[in-house]
Structure formats: structure tokens, C-alpha cells
């Protein structure tokens, strides 16, 4: 890697957004440590890394404290100047309609699951690569969140209890990361991608008009550029609007 040059860490990176992001921040020149659970998995993140030497593969499971504590051992002195957490879960993807997360049929393993990846998770990794974090010149951490996680947009909706609560949860804790932060000089940010045509999109069921990973990464590239220290905090959606809590 350069340098010279800044340094995104993504979560999530073998598909969906997480590669449209990796693609998106390396065509500007970033080094990008492209994380995912099972990148062997992924053939689109190899080709991307075989074509531009500043994307390295590593292994991360955003659900594992262990493998969060090995991805910071290998990274020790490593800036990071942005952490993007993106890596997430909807829900059970061979459960159809959703219904292990719907009253009648909750599980109790499935909300543990979806909890740890989306709400334990990011903020376990940033505390564990806050040092890196600070070693950087830009000094950001971001989380994905989503308008499925507002009280105000969503509080009607119960199709997806354990996503739309972890979201809302997600919120707050990066709300309070941004308070504990703020004073070391990094800036925490809550984005949302919009409604994008990935696979978990299409697990959601919704039918309607979605952005493309590629245009959703580009918008994301942006507002993570144009985020400065005074950021109020608030959640804001790719199109730059503000979304209610
Ligand atoms: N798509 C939308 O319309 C939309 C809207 C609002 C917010 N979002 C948010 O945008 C982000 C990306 O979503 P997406 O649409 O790209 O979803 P996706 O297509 O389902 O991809 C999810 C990604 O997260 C990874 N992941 C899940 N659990 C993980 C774990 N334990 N450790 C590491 N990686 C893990 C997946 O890896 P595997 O390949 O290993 O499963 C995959 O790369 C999420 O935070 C999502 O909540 C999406």
C-alpha cells in the first residue's frame, strides 16, 4: 500500500455495497483493506484486487471479537483514515417472508444473530481499531444505517422487527461513540445508502425503484468526503437529506 495515499477499512466487502464501495474508493485512488468473512468466496473482490495492488484482502467476521482482535494485531501502526462499517444482516435469508423475525414466530437466535452483526459489531470493531482510527489523517468512522431503523419513518412497520430494531439501536451507539470520540479529534458518522439493488434488498421483498451499488458507493463517497469535524451527527441518506430518528 502507499503511503502517501489515504486508507479506507470496509466490512462486508465480498458483495452488494461493500464491493461497490471497495471498486468506488479504489478507482479514487485509496488503499482499501477490503474485509469480509469469506472473501475466498467472493470473485469479484479477487478481481478487483488482482487488477490494483492497493486493495488488500482481509479476513474479518464482524460477529467475532476474536477475529476483530486478530485483524487488529496484523494492522498494528496501520492508519486508517476512514472505517466504514458496513457489514450487515436483514435477517435470515432462507427464512421466507421474514417470518422468524414476526410476532408469532420470533427466535430468539436469529435476534442474537442479527444484533451482534449490526448493532455489536461496528461498534466493537471501532473501539478495537480506534488506535488506527487516530493514527490517520482524516480520523472517521462510519456506519451504515438505515431509514428501516427511524421511529418516525418506520415506527408503523413491523415486517422486520430485529433489523429495523437494530438499526435503531445501531443509532444510538454510534450517536454515543460520536460524543466519546469527538474530543480525540474523530469524527463519527451515521449514513444511509438509500434503497439498493443488492441481495438484500431483494431478501427484503420490496419491488420498487433502487439505486445501483456503484451510484449508492458513489453518493457515499461524497458525503464521507464532505464530512468535517462540526457534523452535527445526524443520520443522513445518500441524497444528502437528513433521516428523522
Ligand atoms: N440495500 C439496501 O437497500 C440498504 C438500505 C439501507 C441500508 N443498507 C445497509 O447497507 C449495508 C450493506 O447492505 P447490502 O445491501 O450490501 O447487503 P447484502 O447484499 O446483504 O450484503 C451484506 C454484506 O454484509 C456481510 N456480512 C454479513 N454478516 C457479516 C459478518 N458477520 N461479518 C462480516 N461480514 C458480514 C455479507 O457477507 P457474506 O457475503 O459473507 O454474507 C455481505 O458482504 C448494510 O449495513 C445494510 O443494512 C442497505
Known amino acids: 500500500m502507499d503511503a502517501a495515499r489515504p486508507t479506507i477499512l470496509i466490512t462486508g466487502s465480498g458483495r452488494g455495497l461493500g464491493v461497490a464501495l471497495v471498486r468506488e474508493y479504489a478507482s479514487h485512488g485509496w488503499n482499501v483493506l477490503a474485509t469480509a468473512r469469506q ?12 487488477a490494483n495492488p492497493k486493495i488488500v484482502i482481509e479476513t474479518l467476521d464482524v460477529t467475532s471479537v476474536a477475529s476483530m ?3 487488529a494485531a496484523k494492522l498494528r501502526g496501520q492508519p486508517i483514515d476512514v472505517l466504514f462499517n458496513n457489514a450487515a444482516l436483514l435477517g435470515d435469508r432462507h427464512d421466507e417472508g421474514n417470518r422468524r423475525q414476526q410476532l408469532g414466530q420470533l427466535d430468539e437466535a436469529l435476534f442474537m444473530q442479527v444484533m451482534r452483526s449490526n448493532v455489536f459489531g461496528p461498534l466493537k470493531l471501532s473501539e478495537t481499531l480506534v488506535d488506527n482510527v ?13 431509514g428501516l431503523g427511524s421511529l418516525t419513518l418506520m415506527g ?16 444510538m451507539g454510534f450517536r454515543a461513540l460520536r460524543h466519546d470520540l469527538k474530543s480525540r479529534g474523530i469524527t463519527v458518522a451515521l449514513l444511509a445508502p438509500g434503497m439498493v439493488a443488492t441481495d438484500m434488498l431483494a431478501e427484503s421483498g420490496y419491488r420498487g425503484e433502487a439505486l445501483t451499488p456503484a451510484a449508492s458507493a458513489a453518493g457515499l463517497y461524497r458525503l464521507v468526503d464532505a464530512l468535517t469535524a462540526d457534523d452535527p451527527g445526524l443520520p443522513v441518506n445518500v441524497d444528502g437529506k437528513v433521516l428523522p430518528w
Not at 487516530?134 to 438505515?146: D, H, N
Open 39 to 50: 472473501p475466498a468466496e467472493s470473485a469479484a473482490l479477487a478481481e478487483l484486487a488482482r
Open 69 to 71: 482482535q486478530a485483524l
Open 134 to 146: 487516530l493514527a490517520g489523517r482524516q480520523r472517521k468512522i462510519i456506519a451504515l444505517t438505515s
Open 156 to 171: 408503523q412497520m413491523s415486517r422486520f422487527y430485529y433489523y429495523q430494531m437494530s438499526k435503531a439501536a445501531l443509532n
